[in-house]
């Protein structure tokens, strides 16, 4: 008893010292309402990926230049709505000056951006829009055109004619079915000997993916490319080829997004070329916007933060270099 | 609830009752193959079959380690999440801290037997209820994976082979990996494990019932103790593969991972009240899952329904082994 007595102890000591821990590192300064910079909260689809990380890097970079200050949060997954809200109503708490917003569930933000207005709050929306009126503007890419954009360099890479298929990242996010339909769309309406024989969802996971990926070539012998919405599923595509030892002749890859591995797979020859979105100039935009909207500026309702192909032939020119990361 | 009768008197029934069982699991296995290869010409091809077996090696691999534990009466819910640890942490040891490519499997393997090793403590020295324990460990493995890596996936630019560990192809003219080949080792050092050694008839004799077995002299706390342990050291060796399979330690993901190679072990008929189950029941659980994503992705079924339709075979599995048990 007295041995479980002590075990016990040690285990609610070591759970208070963590839980101090964690909130003595994660609590954001707070009182930033009424500091002398003005205080802009933004709250992002995720933290972890190195997408992200940019896109705060970009959001740093403007704080700096416009002196203000910023906090950058962002639930575990992309796919915890519940976990974002509770952080955009921790934000109101806190009476921002301004919000910026990458709504995973614009619906389930409501509520929630109807109170930032009647606070007069205003919200940047960023990455993919808001279904709402209450964002003064969003700062996203455009990514039907940039799916098309891929789609044109692979109905290129193939000869315009013969069966491609696309690995997708998910089929309910905005972004997830821009980047698909753009894709489709552009086949549908410009290659009339391409078709698209199958559409499959990896949820971005890398190995899950490229097991489809295998499955999908393996019911398609004469397939003669693949298309992934983001870095997991192009990565998991280029995995797939390899493991099949596939010549990347007879299948072309086109990704979407950046990161090491996806750099590599373009040098190395696995993968034709990916587009890459502007993180940076995402997280840049949306601060700037803010700012703006807390100055009493008109803004357009939307800032199209563009996209690049990059292939062999480009990945190291410098203005390809700048918005790629690794 | 069954009463727990000698071990040694109702081993021959028990033994039919688990051949018989297997053998249905394998009917239907063969049954979800045969019906694969109507549908589709591409299914069982050569390229394809070692499509499968890649598939399913890791989460095969966690499912024989948590197999041991189930039998207990416990449960693991922090396999998938420590697997992703234990790739960073092979990344760690390779890449950071430059070992040997020995030292650093090793190194990993043994860090997912630490895991365990807590999770044993806990659950029976702390006496927290195994669910709580390792769903504390599967959100600590989850946070400390982003912490060590920064958020950023590790290479392993020191050791350009690492990934041969998954992909090196073993058999001249064909694609046969390495991985699976381990596979197959590992679920022989299961099998032998749970039938012949004393790990595995302590397991079966925890999970019929506990009270009973700390009353015949066995040391309960210990012995539950080492069998979280060893399957700690399934998910180190799952973590390696899983890294070298991606050339890289990936931080993110995991989480889910736990309860599709549950739902393996379920679906080989290894019982979640404990005292049941069987090596060879939990590889052909994994492979049903592994045959049935790949096949309805042959056949092009859309995604959702690829979950409806791997939800009805866990369901229906648990079903027939309640029947099974009711009418044995």
């Known amino acids: 008893m007295k041995k479980r007595l002590f075990g016990a102890a040690i285990a609610m000591a070591a759970t208070a010292a963590l839980i101090t821990g964690c909130a003595g590192g994660a609590t954001p300064e707070a009182g930033g309402g009424d500091g002398e910079k003005p205080y802009i909260a933004i709250i992002s689809k995720g933290f972890q990926h190195q997408f992200w990380q940019a896109v705060r890097a970009g959001a740093e970079q403007a704080a700096e230049e416009f002196d203000v200050e910023i906090t950058f949060e962002g639930p575990d997954t992309e796919a915890d709505v519940d976990q974002q809200i509770q952080m955009l109503q921790t934000a109101l708490d806190k009476n921002p000056a301004a919000i910026g917003f990458a709504a995973l569930?614009?619906?389930?933000?409501?509520?929630?951006?109807?109170q930032a207005s009647d606070s007069g709050i205003p919200v940047v929306a960023f990455d993919s829009g808001v279904d709402s009126d209450i964002p003064v503007t969003t700062a996203s890419t455009d990514n039907l055109a940039a799916a098309a954009e891929a789609a044109k360099h692979m109905v290129e890479a193939i000869g315009e004619e013969?069966?491609?298929?696309?690995?997708?990242?998910?089929?309910?996010?905005?972004?997830?079915?821009?980047?698909?339909?753009?894709?489709?769309?552009?086949?549908?309406?410009?290659?009339?000997?391409?078709?698209?024989?199958?559409?499959?969802?990896?949820?971005?996971?890398?190995?899950?993916?490229?097991?489809?990926?295998?499955?999908?070539?393996?019911?398609?012998?004469?397939?003669?490319?693949?298309?992934?919405?983001?870095?997991?599923?192009?990565?998991?595509?280029?995995?797939?080829?390899?493991?099949?030892?596939?010549?990347?002749?007879?299948?072309?890859?086109?990704?979407?997004?950046?990161?090491?591995?996806?750099l590599d797979a373009i040098r190395d020859g696995l993968m034709l070329g990916a587009i890459t979105q502007n993180p940076v100039g995402i997280g840049y935009e949306t601060v700037k916007a803010a700012v703006e909207a807390i100055n009493g500026e008109t803004l357009p309702a939307t800032i199209d933060t563009g996209f690049y192909w990059y292939d062999s032939t480009n990945i190291d020119d410098p203005t390809i270099a700048a918005v790629l990361y690794e | 609830m069954s009463t727990p009768a000698p071990a040694?008197?109702?081993?021959?029934?028990?033994?039919?009752?688990?051949?018989?069982?297997?053998?249905?699991?394998?009917?239907?296995?063969?049954?979800?193959?045969?019906?694969?290869?109507?549908?589709?010409?591409?299914?069982?091809?050569?390229?394809?079959?070692?499509?499968?077996?890649?598939?399913?090696?890791?989460?095969?691999?966690?499912?024989?380690g948590t197999t041991f534990v189930i039998i207990t009466g416990g449960i693991d819910l922090s396999i998938g999440t420590g697997m992703i640890l234990c790739g960073v942490m092979t990344g760690v040891f390779l890449t950071y801290w430059g070992w040997p490519l020995w030292a650093g499997v090793l190194g990993a393997v043994i860090f997912g037997g630490i895991i365990g090793f807590i999770n044993g403590f806990n659950v029976s020295i702390l006496g927290i209820p195994p669910f709580i324990a390792t769903l504390g460990m599967m959100l600590i493995a989850s946070g400390l994976s982003l912490v060590i890596s920064g958020t950023k996936p590790i290479y392993f630019p020191n050791h350009p082979d690492f990934q041969s560990i998954m992909n090196l192809s073993i058999l001249p003219g064909t694609r046969f990996p390495l991985g699976v080949a381990v596979f197959i080792a590992v679920i022989i050092v299961s099998a032998i494990i749970l039938s012949k050694t004393i790990v595995g008839r302590y397991a079966f004799s925890i999970g019929s019932n506990e009270a009973a077995t700390e009353l015949s002299g066995v040391n309960v706390r210990k012995w539950k103790i080492i069998i979280y342990t060893l399957s700690g050291l399934f998910v180190g060796l799952a973590g390696v593969l899983s890294a070298s399979r991606l050339s890289s330690a990936q931080p993110t993901g995991g989480m889910g991972l736990e309860l599709e190679a549950i739902a393996a072990v379920v679906?080989?008929?290894?019982?979640?009240?404990?005292?049941?189950?069987?090596?060879?029941?939990?590889?052909?659980?994994?492979?049903?899952?592994?045959?049935?994503?790949?096949?309805?992705?042959i056949i092009s079924v859309p995604q959702e329904w690829q979950s409806v339709a791997v939800g009805c075979v866990i369901l229906i599995a648990v079903y027939l082994d309640m029947l099974r048990r009711r009418s044995a």
Do not use: C, W
Request: glycine share 12%; no cysteine; charged share 15%.
């Open chain 1, 105 to 114: 569930d614009s619906q389930a933000a409501g509520p929630l951006l109807q």
């Open chain 2, 8 to 64: 040694r008197t109702s081993s021959l029934f028990s033994l039919a009752r688990n051949s018989l069982q297997q053998l249905l699991a394998f009917a239907s296995l063969i049954a979800i193959v045969i019906v694969f290869s109507i549908l589709s010409p591409h299914f069982f091809t050569a390229n394809n079959i070692v499509s499968v077996l890649t598939a399913a090696t890791v989460t095969g691999i966690l499912a024989l």
């Open chain 2, 267 to 297: 679906i080989g008929g290894t019982s979640l009240q404990g005292g049941k189950g069987s090596i060879v029941g939990t590889v052909i659980g994994a492979l049903i899952m592994a045959v049935l994503t790949n096949g309805l992705r």
């Open chain 1, 162 to 262: 013969g069966k491609i298929a696309v690995v997708a990242h998910d089929q309910t996010s905005l972004t997830g079915q821009q980047r698909r339909d753009g894709f489709v769309e552009y086949i549908e309406e410009n290659a009339p000997n391409v078709e698209i024989v199958d559409v499959q969802y990896g949820g971005g996971d890398q190995a899950k993916s490229a097991d489809l990926a295998k499955a999908i070539i393996s019911a398609n012998p004469d397939l003669k490319g693949i298309y992934g919405t983001n870095e997991g599923s192009a990565i998991g595509v280029v995995q797939a080829v390899k493991e099949l030892g596939l010549s990347p002749d007879a299948l072309a890859v086109v990704g979407f997004d950046s990161g090491k591995a996806q």
